[in-house]
């Protein structure tokens, strides 16, 4: 039993270190996270594909500027591109998506909401118009 004795010393302690680390860290509180308010673009990832193949034909990474942001009430869905008015539209938001048509003409302006916190939103959807047989998918991340 003598020899025993110094093997379970060992893990007994990284047992009792593990335990006495994971009761010490804090839980950081997770603030609820709402769609409403004022979203400023930080980078657009897009991607052109030809709409009849597929194919991928032309990707970008584009920084946001100041005047690119969103503004979102409870109601209407803002898009503001070099701080002018690129878009408004009402919308409804259930199970991540963001539902919006334009008017003039009638088009679907939907998103999908890849990912929403605090401080965070993450959109993906597709450009309603395709030009030069061409699809555009974007993928935009904005911050507060």
């Not at 039993?1 to 804090?26: D, E, H, N, Y």
């Not at 609820?32 to 597929?54: C, F, K, M, Y």
Request: some cysteine; proline content about 6%.
């Amino acid at each position: 039993m003598a020899l025993s004795t110094p093997l379970i010393r060992p893990a007994t302690c990284a047992i009792f270190l593990s335990v006495s680390t994971l009761m010490g860290c804090k839980k950081e509180k997770t603030e609820p996270a709402t769609l409403p308010g004022r979203w400023q673009l930080v980078l657009e990832h897009s991607i052109n594909t030809d709409a009849s193949t597929g194919q991928a034909l032309v990707e970008q990474h584009q920084p946001g500027t100041a005047g690119d942001y969103l503004e979102i009430s409870a109601s209407t869905f803002q898009e503001y591109r070099g701080n002018q008015l690129y878009f408004t539209a009402p919308y409804t938001y259930t199970n991540s998506t963001i539902s919006m048509q334009g008017t003039t003409p009638r088009t679907d302006l939907s998103r999908e909401v890849r990912e929403l916190t605090s401080q965070k939103l993450v959109l993906h959807y597709q450009l309603p118009a395709v030009v030069n047989n061409q699809k555009v998918t974007i993928e935009a991340t904005y911050s507060r």
